[in-house]
């Protein structure tokens, strides 16, 4: 959202990086220590820290290009590209510049000791891989979410960003959004009493109505890299690009897909992070034909305790119809209104559209003028200007990889719930599932050799 | 629907109709075993959807049959598809297929060395064997794996020592690979002076 985003200059930026944790009431305790920085090939305050893009397709230009400003505010430079198809490589040399890399295999950027972070945007199946991979080499890392696809991924990303003490910002952006931050504030000041539920709409995924049978790879894919941890299988031109989304392995559907982003802000906003259902139950309708077996229409209820709420996902569920926008708000007009989520509170409601890069409020909530002695909350400066704060002050960065995981997992309970046909008992603590040996094995799905964690 | 029969079940899978379909192979778990070869036959030999179809009731079956308190439905399903995994009658694919299914329901104990081995050491079913073997990660499965690591050779015997530090196993050689770059491209920066 270019509309969402300030531009940042490189000395403003300085000042705010290390200041803001102090600043702001929200405990957002250090991941790294700030005397690892600047060493061991770590950017310095002074120096631009180089950035490498893995996955430059639809969405990893995206990203690419919502980090020219701070390029241009000589806070990085892009040092290299990746991805597995060449013509999207090409097409990414051309836009990112002579002075960036080529690569097909990610692993050359990771050798790299000249490289200090990624962009990870792959596939979603290459997420946990890559992340771990990258994390193992020293790079501090910029992961689309969902982060992962399986309960093991979630714990590996989780144990190599704290061994490696490296930087992780997943990208469910929608905690950096500045109507975000107005809907933070508003729950934590009790604007709508205790919140009991969190009923989240989305609308339903698509059929692959194609009847396309398996091919040979074209000549500018590499398959088996595209591939990469997923089992073995003839290539079909369904599983890609952007329509894994639509497939259980790889994307996960639009739960692992927008509930990334809608289900973040309800874990933000509610201050769930570490914690998690004891009860996920799903129901769904598959596809009746295709390739693609991703829920078209699906229902999850999540079942918090201590403190009690639940969670539900809905597709379609009920969409509140979007509010009238001058495009003057803080989030600008509301443009992706097929999904959102309501709060229900013991004294109210709250209801916001999107969740990802535009994510949009209520007018009561935008309007509402904090008391004197009301909580603040934390205020991301952006996305990824928040991650940069992490890498250069070790502050915990606002969708960190344990958040990111904790939303991961509830994308993927819901969906193992749907596959299994019944209720999944979790341990939020111990991070399994109880009671269920077929979908404690799930849990865990092994990757083929040699793009496994 | 009508008392669906394994019979029955054929019939609405080859319907012509893809909500029949779907709605067919959705109620397919209760079948259990009796139903998992004739899918696999059609999932082999039928039109692409109607394959599709039976494919994903033979899964729907297992995920039916994997449920807890479901062992009388297991085990039988465990056998028909340890029988079907070994039948080169049907496509490579299907097979592998068939190797994920039983690593989500077989017990540890059910893994017979000996049958299994030959599996690991198969050019066209090994990596998904290993897999397999990797997620039970019982005695029986890392044993499988042990012996195959003494017989394999080349990148599945680096595949299967992976599998073997996975299941907490220390094998010093061959080391694994995952780090190391394969892979080139022709792509030159643009722009970029030579």
């Known amino acids: ?453 | 629907m009508e008392q669906l029969t394994v019979a029955k079940l054929i019939e609405l899978l080859n319907s012509p109709d893809p909500f029949v379909r779907r709605d067919a192979w959705l109620a397919a778990g209760p079948l259990g075993a009796a139903a998992l070869r004739p899918l696999a036959d059609l999932a082999a030999t039928g039109e692409l959807e109607i394959s599709r179809a039976a494919n994903r009731g033979m899964w729907q079956i297992v995920r039916y049959v994997g449920a807890p308190g479901r062992e009388e439905l297991r085990r039988p399903a465990v056998e028909t598809l340890g029988e079907m995994v070994v039948d080169t009658r049907l496509p490579v694919q299907l097979r592998r297929d068939i190797v994920w299914m039983l690593s989500e329901i077989i017990k540890d104990e059910e893994i017979d060395q000996a049958s299994a081995l030959p599996l690991l050491l198969d050019a066209d079913l090994g990596e998904d064997v290993r897999m397999a073997l990797q997620r039970v990660a019982g005695p029986n499965a890392i044993g499988v794996l042990k012996a195959g690591f003494t017989q394999a050779q080349g990148e599945h015997k680096t595949a299967i020592a992976c599998s073997l530090r996975k299941c907490g196993i220390a094998i010093d050689e061959p080391p694994c690979p995952k780090l190391v770059p394969r892979k080139t491209t022709t792509v030159k920066p643009v722009g970029r002076d030579a």
């Open chain 1, 1 to 453: 959202m270019p509309g969402n985003r300030q531009r940042v200059k490189r000395r403003d930026f300085l000042k705010t990086a290390g200041v803001t944790v102090a600043a702001g009431s929200v405990a957002i305790p250090e991941l790294i220590s700030p005397r690892a920085l600047a060493s061991n090939g770590k950017p310095g305050a002074n120096e631009r820290i180089r950035v490498a893009h893995i996955g430059m397709g639809g969405r990893g230009r995206g990203l690419y290009g919502e980090m020219r400003g701070l390029r241009d505010a000589g806070l990085c430079e892009h040092v290299a590209v990746c991805d597995v198809d060449d013509r999207r490589l090409e097409e990414a040399s051309k836009i990112v510049g002579p002075q960036a890399d080529v690569y097909r295999d990610y692993r050359y950027i990771l050798e790299r000791k000249d490289v200090d972070a990624v962009v990870i945007a792959t596939p979603d199946h290459w997420h946990g891989v890559q992340f771990v991979h990258a994390a193992e080499c020293g790079k501090h890392i910029y992961c689309e979410k969902p982060a992962c696809c399986t309960i093991e991924e979630g714990k590996a990303m989780i144990e190599a960003a704290r061994r490696n003490k490296i930087a992780s910002q997943i990208g469910s952006q929608g905690r950096s959004q500045p109507e975000a931050y107005l809907a933070h504030r508003y729950l934590v000041n009790g604007n709508i009493g205790r919140v009991y539920r969190v009923d989240c709409w989305h609308y339903p995924s698509p059929v692959d109505k194609s009847h396309t049978p398996d091919s040979d790879p074209p000549p500018e894919l590499d398959w088996d890299l595209w591939l990469g941890p997923l089992r073995w299988r003839p290539y079909n031109k369904r599983y890609l690009h952007g329509v894994f989304r639509w497939l259980l392995e790889s994307g996960g559907g639009q739960i692992r897909d927008r509930g990334a982003h809608v289900m973040s802000c309800a874990m933000w906003w509610l201050g769930a992070d570490g914690t998690g259902p004891v009860e996920v139950e799903a129901t769904g309708t598959p596809p009746e034909e295709g390739l693609w077996d991703s829920c078209v229409e699906m229902k999850v209820t999540y079942v918090f305790k201590n403190p009690d709420w639940i969670l539900t996902w809905n597709q379609p569920g009920e969409p509140v119809p979007p509010e009238e926008r001058t495009g003057k708000e803080p989030g600008g007009k509301i443009t992706r209104p097929g999904y959102g989520a309501v709060y229900r509170g013991e004294k109210g409601t709250m209801v916001h559209w999107g969740g990802d890069g535009g994510t949009w409020v209520e007018k009561k909530v935008r309007e509402w003028v904090p008391p004197p002695g009301a909580k603040d909350v934390y205020k991301s400066p952006g996305h990824f200007e928040d991650w940069f704060e992490g890498i250069r002050t070790g502050k915990k960065t606002i969708m960190n990889v344990e958040a990111g995981v904790g939303v991961a997992y509830l994308c993927i309970l819901g969906n193992l719930s749907y596959m299994l046909g019944r209720k999944l008992h979790w341990d939020p603590v111990k991070q399994e599932i109880i009671g269920d040996e077929q979908a404690r094995r799930l849990m865990v799905r092994p990757q083929r050799h040699p793009y496994h964690l």
